[in-house]
């Protein structure tokens, strides 16, 4: 129960939420709501066992007989720490939009909890239509989010962000269609169950683009492809960013972004073995120029938060390629740097919120010599840029070093050219940590009228967890990897025999 | 032929003899007390309790497939299941008819009447197995609508569209009634049992058997506005009252495609490949008129006209399959759980539409929505719900319908129909965001001073609960109907 409890228990804090008479009430209880949520997630790792790819905490009810449609949760390594990133970032968002969601309180935090909901679902649903169900269900909560909560083109954003992704998953639905169809062909009853979907073994073609495989391949892959979202598929997140409120933006890039490349883990990888490695060059290659592109385009951004959104186009990049060479260090890679973006972006996210409510501006321009002014956000501000240009003892660099690491043994080129947005990356951060921080006082900063304050306890609390996991992550990657290490090992092992089974059963 | 009538046949058919009471009731009132009206209210229950009546009958006799009346009516499954649909889309209409400003008042059990009359000709059409039957449902149903239409208290707009309906009405029904003669002619039968065996056989060799069939098709895409047959839907829809409008929407297409259907499961399409090449062909450019002139449209129920003429094409898509299955019931029930949850949707936009507008005359256009949120929250979030249900989104019952359809569909290796269907529902959702966008995201004052419209609100907020969550107890009714239908 301990799965479904964590995936429906946000909807009961939302009913609550709307329910609630006294209006002032609504925040410090989302706020508790969300401490007890990330308590609830820490109870899966007292029984979570990191020796076994097997799928754990089970739950599985008939849903919908006639199309073998299963209620069906499970976790396994691959979804172990996305879970923990989801509730343990809630708090803190919460915490975030103490001041800067002023209108529509309880709406706010309504929307942000069924977003919750749909997120942790999409994570740990193990059948085709339950997981549709919650994927396509977090766009409507997002959608409410940036289009209610957001800046002055927050409704071309919104609608951007929600039929570009929608088109792409609708091209999925038929796809899951189709392959019930193809379990009713192998087994003699329609199930949509993933256990089932893996067992098929689906006719490739390698020559022929119209070979089955291929087009369900890449069906699933377009719609994964925008979520993450892969260069030349990316134009919706800098808008989406830009114009989502500072709590919007750090659930779409810590989490959100997350569930498409998630999903290349779960679905694609081990779905289309033979598709995704014959077709693994293209999602390689774009991944590189999502790397290269991403930096260059975030260097010449006059606006702080565009190039922390472009700046996550290239990291998304990396991402792809680790998973894409599907080797030990790439995939572990991969998922860990899931993570470290969830951690910086959705930290650096935090901070430019933090400065925003201060000056109403985001023009790099505009600031400069902040360093002297608010030592203390600076200090936090240069350690999350450190994460996020992967230096050493940070986690961004165990992430980065492992699939560079993973890439280098599949293909030396491309790891060639993704060394380069390392580079770039370093580039892009100090120069604009320079430009804002050091330097002659910008007009914003100077400004008599408008003395800057630095951190309050409040922007405290919600920054030293942050910097905090950076530093495991960067110093103990073991403690983090061995939870995934089994599910990962299996992956690799049998790419093109997988086959989970669940822990307990024969 | 002998015409003896026994008690079975009188069973059987007692839900239309119900309501046919039913709609008598008021009028002789009315008459009774010297021409003059009884309270709306009271009408209003008796309607609702004819309504109620009538399925009650149509549950406890109807559904096991008897015939009566010599194989002129049947009460299957389809019948039963699209009855239910339409007698409550009917009373839905009823309740908004109650208090919308263009119907209440005087002439209201005149307008009762005429609604109930409509109701007993769908129900006929439904349970018809006879072509001719189906002519005489169909015109009942529409003589009572144009006369509906043109009775609203709105002086231009309404008549007008009354009379468009009418004149492309009787255009539809001529050119149905054409091709029942061609079969008649053809293969010397109008009872669809009897063509049921050799309708695949006639449909491969006779051209002027075929050439009935198309006519007949034709007929009912009048009917349920496949483009490009369509034209009259977006200006009566808008012309229409609104409580007509919903009525038109919902139970006059709900059994237009049950009637529809009875005549594809005769297998035409099994007999003719070019017949279903050009319903394929009709359901692309459906689907795609309707999505795409929807997008441009300011007025509210214009935009839910369009947006019905696309729900169409998603219909003949799982109609499609229906008519090339083995087996059909499959497909069938696919369509028919559609019908429903279209219709509860349609019912509860359509009656937000009714519940803003102020005077008869009014018309209301999307920006009217700016700032409803802040004044009506809840319905507000009612009227979100339909929009995203009708765009399909999980877990409402649209997204659920969506997929049983184009499960059907796939299943029967129309693919390519169905990649066109869901890509269609990628543009509809635009213009179903947009009113949400007004509501929730643009500062305005949406004027609900007036909205006192209680019975409505209920219908509204009754209707958005059944959206949102019967699509996840959708399994054991559609299993339910699927088995009716065998």
């Not at chain 1, 996305?82 to 803190?92: D, E, H, K, S, Y």
Request: hydrophobic share 55%; aromatic share 14%.
């Amino acid at each position: 129960m301990i799965l479904s409890t964590l995936v429906f228990l946000p909807v009961l804090f939302a009913l609550i939420l709307a329910l609630w008479p006294q209006k002032n009430m609504i925040r410090p209880m989302a706020l508790v709501f969300s401490l007890i949520h990330f308590a609830v997630g820490l109870i899966v790792f007292q029984d979570f066992d990191t020796s076994t790819a097997q799928l754990q905490f089970v739950e599985k009810h008939m849903w919908i007989e006639k199309f073998g449609i299963q209620y069906f949760l499970a976790m396994d390594g691959i979804s172990f720490w996305l879970v923990q990133l989801t509730t343990f970032l809630a708090p803190l968002i919460i915490l975030a939009s103490w001041n800067s969601i002023s209108e529509k309180v309880r709406g706010f935090h309504i929307c942000f909890f069924i977003l919750q909901s749909a997120m942790l679902g999409s994570f740990l649903a193990f059948d085709a239509i339950l997981f549709y169900v919650f994927w396509e269900l977090s766009l409507i909560p997002m959608y409410f989010i940036v289009g209610i909560w957001g800046g002055s083109r927050r409704i071309y954003a919104t609608l951007k962000f929600f039929i570009y992704t929608m088109a792409g998953s609708v091209l999925m639905l038929v796809a899951i269609i189709y392959m019930m169809y193809l379990t009713q062909q192998a087994f003699g009853q329609m199930s949509s169950n993933l256990l089932d979907f893996y067992k098929l073994s689906i006719p490739f073609i390698g020559s022929d683009f119209f070979s089955m495989q291929t087009l369900l391949f890449f069906a699933f892959a377009l719609a994964f492809a925008i979520k993450v979202p892969l260069f030349p598929l990316h134009t919706w997140l800098p808008d989406a960013h830009v114009e989502a409120p500072t709590p919007g933006s750090v659930v779409l890039a810590g989490v959100m972004l997350k569930m498409g490349t998630f999903c290349y883990m779960r679905w694609v990888l081990p779905l289309f073995p033979e598709a995704s490695e014959y077709w693994a060059w293209i999602f390689i290659m774009l991944g590189v120029i999502g790397i290269i592109y991403g930096a260059l385009v975030a260097m010449v951004q006059p606006d702080i938060k565009k190039l922390v959104a472009y700046s996550s186009v290239s990291h998304m990049g990396y991402i792809i390629i680790g998973l894409f060479v599907m080797n030990h260090q790439g995939l572990q890679g991969g998922l860990y740097q899931m993570l470290n973006h969830g951690i910086s972006t959705g930290a650096l996210f935090i901070l430019i919120g933090m400065i925003y409510e201060r000056t109403h501006s985001r023009e790099i321009s505009q600031y400069g010599g902040l360093a002297s002014v608010l030592p203390n956000f600076t200090i936090f501000f240069f350690i999350i840029t450190l994460s996020s240009i992967a230096v050493p003892l940070t986690n961004g660099f165990v992430g980065e070093f492992l699939i560079l690491l993973g890439v280098y043994k599949a293909s030396p080129w491309a790891a060639g050219f993704a060394v380069t947005g390392v580079v770039l990356g370093a580039a892009y951060m100090l120069w604009m940590f320079k430009r804002v921080f050091y330097g002659e006082k910008g007009p914003l900063v100077a400004d008599e009228k408008h003395p800057l304050i630095d951190l309050n306890v409040r922007e405290f609390v919600i920054l030293v967890p942050f910097v905090i996991m950076v530093f495991v992550m960067g110093i103990f990657p073991n403690h983090f990897l061995k939870y995934s290490e089994a599910s990962i090992d299996y992956l690799v092992k049998n790419k093109s025999s997988y086959q989970l089974t669940i822990k307990g059963e024969q | 032929m002998n015409f003896t009538v026994d008690m079975g046949d009188l069973l059987l058919t007692s839900p239309l003899i119900a309501l046919f009471i039913a709609s008598l009731i008021p009028l002789t009132i009315k008459v009774l007390k010297g021409n003059i009206e009884q309270k709306p209210i009271a009408t209003l229950t008796q309607a609702l309790l004819g309504i109620i009546a009538a399925a009650g009958l149509l549950v406890s006799f109807g559904g096991e497939g008897n015939t009566a009346f010599n194989s002129v009516l049947v009460f299957d499954g389809i019948t039963l299941w699209t009855g239910l649909i339409a007698l409550a889309a009917g009373a839905g209409a009823l309740i908004l008819m109650f208090e919308n400003p263009a119907t209440r008042g005087t002439q209201f059990s005149e307008l009762i009447f005429l609604t109930l009359s409509s109701i007993l000709g769908m129900l006929i059409l439904i349970s018809a197995l006879d072509l001719l039957m189906i002519f005489i449902g169909l015109e009942m149903m529409s003589l009572s609508l144009y006369l509906m239409i043109g009775m609203s208290h709105e002086q231009r707009l309404s008549k007008e569209s009354a009379f468009k309906y009418f004149v492309l009405g009787s255009f539809a029904s001529a050119i149905f009634l054409f091709g029942i003669s061609f079969i008649f002619g053809s293969s010397g039968q109008t009872n669809i049992l009897q063509l049921l065996e050799s309708t695949v056989q006639l449909a491969q060799g006779n051209q002027l058997f075929l050439f009935g069939i198309v006519l007949v098709t034709v007929g009912f895409c009048f009917k349920v506005s496949i483009a490009p047959f369509h034209a009259w839907t977006p200006d009566v829809y808008q012309g229409a009252p609104t409580p007509h409008t919903a009525f038109m929407a919902t139970a006059v297409k709900v059994v237009s495609f049950a009637a529809f259907l009875r005549i594809i499961a005769m297998k035409p399409l099994v007999g003719s490949e070019s017949l279903f090449d050009i319903l394929q062909w009709l359901a692309v450019i459906t689907m795609l008129v309707g999505n795409t002139a929807a997008i441009l449209q300011n007025n509210l129920k214009r935009m839910l006209a369009y947006s019905s003429i696309a729900h169409s094409g998603y219909l003949l898509v799982g109609l499609l399959a229906a008519g090339i299955s083995n087996n059909g019931s499959f497909a069938a029930s696919g369509v028919i759980f559609y019908l429903f949850a279209y219709s509860l949707m349609t019912i509860g936009s359509f009656a937000l539409v009714s519940m803003m507008e102020k005077t008869e005359d009014h018309s209301l256009d999307v920006d009217d929505l700016a700032g409803f949120a802040k004044r009506r929250p809840a319905l507000a979030l009612c009227f979100s719900i339909f929009m995203l249900s009708l765009a399909g989104m999980p877990p409402s019952i649209g997204f659920f319908s969506k997929f049983y359809l184009f499960n059907a569909a796939i299943g029967e290796g129309l693919i390519w129909l169905a990649v066109w269907g869901v890509l269609n529902s990628v543009i509809s959702v635009y213009y179903y965001l947009r009113p949400i966008v007004v509501m929730y995201m643009r500062e305005g004052d949406a004027d609900v001073s007036h909205a006192g419209h209680f019975a409505t609100a209920i219908t509204i907020i009754v209707t958005a609960a059944l959206t949102l969550l019967l699509g996840v107890v959708s399994g054991p009714l559609l299993a339910l109907v699927e088995a009716s239908l065998v």
